[in-house]
Structure formats: structure tokens, C-alpha cells
């Protein structure tokens, strides 16, 4: 059971979507009542934490970028069979949850999981298919794009991973087409955003002051470094604007912002130069995986550390 909910208006003093996804596993789900002495569900496990972020990353992103409103999103474990994972459903649930409520959200999204077994895909594993299976992911996506990808494998190669992804998205088109069936027939109006947007003369005269100062922030190839320079930067455009503009701190820092978000998008795009001074397709020297055993008991493959 999955239950969405949202704030008529946005918080104050907040810049950012303050989204709470929460995934309850109950021990009644699989037959279980609390006895003894503790009699109460405990605290979250790392698994349903892991699963609450599994949820996050999809939507997030299609919610309007201003939008400052509080969002809460409940996915409930009622029941559990052991051959269907409930993380999946928590997110197809949630995606539901949100497309028919008020919630301004640009989804539907669907999420499926997919396993590999003698050169075959498999759509959502059951357990026996799990262990047997060289590949563990889990994909979520709208109708035109793959919006997450988490995964676990042990040496598949790049087309098999990619194979895998275009295999799930096939099936993420069916769920949405599924949802938006769902949306028409009981979905709510979505509610009027009113977002704020600095003032475009604001806007013009940070950059023309501003512009070269935030390329100078992103000269560098140390993060330390760097982060002394946008610290120096946003001082130093506050001050200048202060007088001027009293009041405005917010819209300079988000103007800042914006600009320094572009600076470092052409520096990849068409520079082909990352933060770090790597190339695009150079890896981190040293880097090691970081996978939970949560997620996975198998060894990612090179072609997922790359994707990481």
C-alpha cells in the first residue's frame, strides 16, 4: 500500500524539494507478530533504507525544478511472497501514488528488475532465478527515457548490460501505458506551482559581473581548492549587489548557481575536460567498488564501475 501526499505551499526557507519517501516493512508481512518483551516494529533495516532511495531517485527528478512544496510518500509492506520483490512494486506503487494525486509530478515512471541466466533476460527473478542468475538490476524509466539504474553482476560484458537496460525499458513503456490508463480514469488536477524565478535585470547584471569570476571558481582541478573559490566568488557578488539590491542574497546565490552549473556543463560537453581533469571515459585510478552486500552478494563488473 503505497500512500502520496503534498503541502499546499511550499516551506519557508527552503531551497530545495523537501521529498520523504519512507519504505515500512512490517513483520506481520510475512506472519510474524512482536513478542517477548519488545513488542513494538524497530527502526528501519538497511535494506528498507537502501529501498526508500531505491524509490527517491526516479521521482525526484520529475517534479518542476522551484517546486519547494513538502512531498511524503509511504510505500507499506502489507504482505510479502518470497518469489516477488516488494521493492519493485513500492516503486511502481509510488508512482501511481503520485500520477493520480494533486502532485504536480511529470511522470508516470515504471520500474521493473531483470536477471540474466545462460544468456537469457529474465523479468522480475523469482528466488531460485536470483541465485542462479549473473546479473542483479533494477531499472526505472518514463516512456522515452531510463531515468535509474541500479545493478550488481558478475562479468557481463557492456553489451549484455546494455542489453539488459533496453530489455527493461520495453517493459517500463507497458507499466506506464499501464498508469496512465489508471491516471485518467480517477487522477486529480495537479495543482498551480508558483515558482519563483530571480528578476531578468538581476539576472543580466550578476552574469555581466559574475561571469568571469565563475569560470576563474572553475579553473582548478582541486576540489579544496575550488570550493575556496565559490565561497570567495559568492562573497565578493553579495557584497557587490548588496547596496543595490538589498534582500536578494537567495536569488544571487541561486543565479550563481545556474551560472556555475553551465560553466562546468561546457567544460565536459565540449571541452571534454570533468572536474577532476579526467577524460570521459577515463576511470578514477584506484577505483574500487563500493557495492552493499545489501544490494548484492556478486562482483560488479568493470562496465557497471564505469556507470557508477
Same mark, same amino acid.
Given at each position: ?17 523537501? =521529498? ?6 512490517? *513483520? ?20 528498507? +533504507? =537502501?529501498?526508500?532511495? =531505491? ?15 513538502? $512531498? ?5 509492506? *502489507?504482505? %510479502? ?8 512494486? !513500492? ?5 501511481? @501514488?503520485?500520477?493520480?494525486?494533486? &502532485? ?8 521493473? @528488475?531483470? !536477471? ?11 528466488? &531460485? /532465478? ?6 542483479? =538490476? ?23 548490460? *546494455? ?11 507497458? +507499466?506506464?501505458?499501464? +498508469?496512465? /490508463?489508471? /491516471? ?8 498551480? $506551482? ?19 569570476? $565563475? ?17 570567495? %566568488? ?5 557584497? &557587490? ?5 538589498? !534582500? ?14 553551465? %560553466?562546468?556543463?561546457?567544460? +565536459? ?7 577532476? !581533469? ?8 584506484? &577505483? ?5 552486500? $545489501? ?14
Amino acid at each position: 500500500m503505497v500512500n502520496a501526499t503534498v503541502a499546499k505551499e511550499p516551506r519557508d526557507g527552503v531551497d530545495f524539494l523537501p =521529498l520523504s519517501i519512507e519504505f515500512e516493512e512490517k *513483520l506481520y508481512a510475512v506472519g510474524k507478530i512482536p513478542g517477548g518483551f519488545i513488542k513494538r516494529e524497530g527502526r528501519p533495516t538497511e535494506k528498507a +533504507i =537502501l529501498t526508500s532511495r =531505491l524509490i527517491d531517485r526516479p521521482l525526484r527528478p520529475l517534479f518542476p525544478k522551484g517546486f519547494y512544496n513538502d $512531498v511524503q510518500v509511504i510505500a507499506t509492506v *502489507l504482505s %510479502v511472497e518470497q518469489d516477488i520483490q516488494p521493492d519493485v512494486l !513500492g516503486m511502481i506503487g509510488s508512482s501511481i @501514488a503520485l500520477s493520480i494525486s494533486n &502532485a504536480p509530478f511529470m511522470g508516470p515512471t515504471g520500474s521493473v @528488475a531483470v !536477471g540474466m541466466i545462460d544468456g537469457e533476460y529474465i523479468l522480475n527473478p523469482d528466488c &531460485a /532465478q536470483r541465485e542462479k542468475s549473473r546479473l542483479a =538490476l533494477t531499472v526505472a524509466g518514463t516512456r522515452d527515457a531510463v531515468m535509474m539504474v541500479e545493478a550488481g553482476a558478475n562479468e557481463v560484458t557492456e553489451e549484455e548490460m *546494455l542489453g539488459a537496460i533496453l530489455f527493461a525499458h520495453e517493459e517500463i513503456k507497458k +507499466i506506464v501505458d499501464f +498508469i496512465e /490508463q489508471i /491516471q485518467k480514469e480517477i487522477g486529480k488536477p495537479k495543482m498551480e $506551482v508558483n515558482i519563483h524565478v530571480p528578476d531578468e535585470d538581476l539576472n543580466r547584471r550578476v552574469r555581466e559581473y559574475a561571469m568571469d569570476k $565563475v569560470v576563474w571558481q572553475m579553473d582548478t582541478f582541486d576540489r579544496h581548492e575550488r570550493e575556496m573559490r565559490t565561497e570567495q %566568488v559568492k562573497e565578493e557578488t553579495k557584497a &557587490a549587489f548588496a547596496e543595490s539590491d538589498p !534582500g536578494m542574497e537567495k536569488d544571487v546565490d541561486a543565479i550563481l548557481y545556474q551560472m556555475q552549473k553551465e %560553466v562546468m556543463r561546457d567544460k +565536459i560537453i565540449n571541452k571534454k575536460i570533468r572536474p577532476d !581533469g579526467r577524460a570521459p571515459r577515463s576511470v578514477r585510478s584506484g &577505483a574500487k567498488c563500493t557495492c552493499s552486500s $545489501v544490494r548484492t552478494a556478486a562482483r560488479c563488473s568493470p562496465a557497471v564501475r564505469r556507470r557508477s
